[in-house]
């Protein structure tokens, strides 16, 4: 059997960025939660807000050591594995990453440990503008690492000499056509993330009867913010959908399933994409339903994607799927959220079993969904790492053999496989041990990290 | 970008420069401290080692990211040479990092699996020590390039040279550790860390000696650098200064000082860390691209400038309140102070 380095390094990159992005997924929405629950606490005075507060920072600890570590390989694997892609491009987009590096180092790292260690030590306000800054710092993080990639997928602002490109303008550089809609896009999605987290945790404590007071508060203020974000996620994507229409048609085309260029376009519900037949099996589709996505007009026309060359076209069918369960994921949650009203509404929210069970069993909807908009958008951008300008071909490093990268992805595999169990194992346990005072008081004794031994010997008779 | 009157490059190389430097140092610590973790003799000690460096280990590992990532932006062609040479090495210590990392959150809850986070957090400190050492090694014995690719195998880095400056990164983070550990405990532990620090200090000295004596052999280039007239008297204080202050580090590695031992190895750090500058200057990929011929565009270095010299002293500063927060002994009921 051949092994080719190319498809090896794809593999490795997404094995290990797929587990990556959880875990700002995850933070990023976190960290919010956490000022916004700091900030009630400052203003109101209301312990109730340190006790779950304090819930979630443990957790937040947790899941942060995570980003770090599996944070820190990300950086290396440019130059491991995609040496000619960072020669090509490292005027551009290392300034960026090194922007993220330093707000997540200055933002998140250093009030980090003032949110976790320094409760006794500062007085509140400064507390609470710790935890402020700590979202700020994700939110700056996510500001660049989606800024670099979308100058992969539109890039602007540089000039190309032998193959290699330079910056021209900065401004142009950052502000890429498709980087408002992805980072409003994606972000907007972390929310929703941690929203479902949140509110999936607090149906468990609910049934367990377990803090039931903070429970309820958890799944209420969830509700809260996934009545207002799930539908801004979808008008948001329809808009990121439409930039993509204009910067990036063989994307489009992909998630479309799109061969031919049709005007009225239909939106095909379910098929079979076969690239090399460049057809589609199977199809189900609604007449002009795609033209009135797209073009927002009964029969305006769409681009197909015979088009382009066919080495010009990226793999349809990860695209085409990958679309679709990110979409429908979507559908589920706002019937989630819209039930959770209706029952609120009622007065039947906290003693309605069966849906909080649902919330339990919905709460890792959203890094899904996430996880399949993040194919769609790269997988979309194939066969090139620079859209229409350097091909993946030519950006993988050329010493690497097919075994090289084949002992590195298993290792990668295996390291994963221990670390993510144990970090989720370890996350449950957190969430088993429930909301109360006894924790809070627990962490601040302890020098270290705050899951120290005292919060297991000390703190918690579990 | 013809604007530019002065070059931004000299600043750059100083910054970089100093961010491996400190990250050395400061990454070297807790590395140490985490291989000599492995040889404690009891339960207690563990958990007085490991809650020695638990607050500061992840800002201290950041500064990786930063200097790998400073390397792109500054020098983007050795960069994308260096990396792939040491594919492996590399990869050894990413995982050795990742398993020592987690250690710190996962050794309290698991205790089923107890042994096995605290056998990782050794192991894996050992093995990203061991793997940033080869890294050095493979560095000062220059790289197969063509053109602005790295041009041999993945396995090149495999020499004995490249395994000696392994080895010696491992004695010399020992070294560290120990230091760090003598400022942080006392008792028996700090006597056992004395020990510790003098069993380092003497493998230090070898290894300095060795990679001292073969990196000249390795290369005329080098060799010339160093042995012809005058460079010989300029740098004849040198291994001087060395050899007194290992001497001085076996004295104050006595009962009755506290933080001396620490700042002695430092002082060793930093000599060694000259020793190499001064044998590759002004090679940034050795023996192919000088700095100058490596580095990238005046507007890439003037954006990314713009921002470092603002975010840089706040990192410092804070970095330098949080030892602060955190000093003091550990003792073995309870965390610091």
Known sequence: MHLDPLLLSRLQWAWVIAWHILLPAFTIGLAAYIAVLEGLHFFTGNNMWLHISSFWTRIFAVSFGMGVVSGIVMPFQFGTNWSRFSDATANIISPMMAYEGFMAFALEATFLGVLLFARKLVPPWAHFLAAIMVSIGTLFSSFWILATNSWMQTPRG???????????????????????????????????????????????????????????????????????????????????????LEYQPTKLAAIEGLWNTEGPMPEALFAIPD???????????????GSLILTHSWNGTVKGLKAWPVDQQPPVWPVFFAFRIMVGIAILMLVMAVTGWILRLRGRLYNTDWFLCLCQWFAPAGFIAVLMGWTTTEVGRQPWTVYGLMRTADSVTPSLTGGDVLASLLFYVVVYLLMYPAGVAYM?????????????????????????????TVGRPD | MSGYILSLLPVWIGLLGLTVFYYVLFDGFDLGVGILYGFARNEQWRRQIMNSVAPVWDGNETWLVLGGIGLMAVFPVAYAIIIPAVYFPILAMLLGLVFRGVAFEFRFKHSALRWFWERGFCAGSAIATF??????????????????????SSLDWVTPFSILTGLALMLGYGLLGAGWLIIKTDGELQVWARRAGRICLIGTTAAIVAVSIWTPLLDPWVAQRWFVWPNIAWLAPLPVLTAALIIAEWRVLRPGFEFLPFFGSIGLFLLSYLGIAISLWPMI?????????????????????????????????????????????????????
């Not at chain 1, 049934?207 to 209420?220: I, L, T, W």
């Not at chain 2, 793997?131 to 041999?152: E, H, P, Y």
Request: hydrophobic letters at 45%; zero cysteines.
């Open chain 2, 131 to 152: 793997a940033q050492g080869v890294v050095l090694g493979t560095f000062i014995q220059g790289f197969d390039v063509n053109g602005r690719v790295f041009a041999g």
């Open chain 1, 158 to 244: 540089f000039q190309e000499v032998n193959g290699r490109f330079f910056p021209r303008n900065w401004m142009d550089i950052v502000f890429s056509p498709s980087f408002p809609y992805r980072l409003l896009h994606n972000d907007t999605a972390f929310f929703v993330t941690t929203g479902f987290v949140v509110l999936g945790v607090g149906a468990w404590l609910i049934r367990r009867n377990r803090s039931v007071p903070e429970a309820r508060v958890m799944v209420r203020m969830a509700l809260n913010l996934l009545i207002v974000l799930v539908p801004l996620q979808m008008y948001l994507g329809d808009l990121h959908g439409r930039n993509t």
């Open chain 1, 275 to 289: 690239k090399a037949n460049q057809r589609n099996d199977f199809e189900v589709d609604v007449p002009h339903l």
């Open chain 1, 428 to 456: 449950a346990s957190l969430v088993r041990s429930g909301v109360g005072p006894g924790q809070a008081e627990a962490e601040e004794i302890e020098s270290g990290r705050p899951k120290g031994p005292f919060t297991t």
């Open chain 2, 285 to 337: 990929v050795p023996f192919h691209y000088t700095i100058w011929q490596a580095a990238s565009s005046e507007s890439t270095q003037a954006f990314l400038l713009v921002g470092t010299l603002f975010l840089l002293p706040i990192i410092l500063g804070y970095t330098a309140w949080s030892y602060w927060v955190f000093r003091g002994k550990i003792r073995g009921d309870i965390g610091t102070h």
